[in-house]
C-alpha cells in the first residue's frame, strides 16, 4: 500500500516549526515501520487551513493521489485538510473518486 502523509501548521512562526518537523518525522518512522506500507511521499504546508488555494503541498497530494501514486493518506486530523466541513468533504470526494484535480477547485 502506497502511503503517504499529510502535515500542515497555519504559520511558519519558530514555535510551529518543530511541530511540523516532529509530525513529519512520526509520519515517515509509522510509515517506514509498517511491512505492508511503502513512503509515497511527506506532504507539508504552512498556513492556513480555511482555503485550498495556495497550499501547493495539499494540492500536489490531491494530484498524486488522482493519479494512483498514493493508496492511503494519513494525517493528525481531518482539519489538516480543511478548517470548514464542506471543504473537508470536497477533497474526500477527490480522494475517494480519484478524478482529476488540475482544473478542479
Given at each position: 500500500i502506497k502511503v503517504a502523509a499529510y502535515c500542515r501548521v497555519s504559520t511558519k512562526e519558530?514555535?510551529?516549526q518543530g511541530s511540523?518537523?516532529?509530525q513529519a518525522l512520526y509520519y515517515e518512522q509509522l510509515i517506514n515501520e509498517n511491512p505492508d506500507w511503502i513512503l509515497a511521499?511527506?506532504?507539508v504546508d504552512y498556513g492556513?487551513?480555511?482555503r485550498r488555494k495556495g497550499r501547493k503541498?495539499?494540492?500536489l497530494m490531491i494530484e498524486d493521489a488522482c493519479n494512483g501514486k498514493i493508496d492511503y493518506i494519513i494525517s493528525k486530523s481531518l482539519?489538516?485538510?480543511s478548517r470548514n466541513t464542506v471543504g473537508a468533504l470536497e477533497i474526500i470526494?477527490?480522494?475517494k473518486g480519484r478524478r482529476p484535480t488540475m482544473n478542479s477547485q
Open positions: 519558530e514555535s510551529q511540523i518537523e516532529s511521499g511527506i506532504y492556513s487551513g480555511l503541498s495539499l494540492e482539519s489538516r485538510f470526494r477527490l480522494l
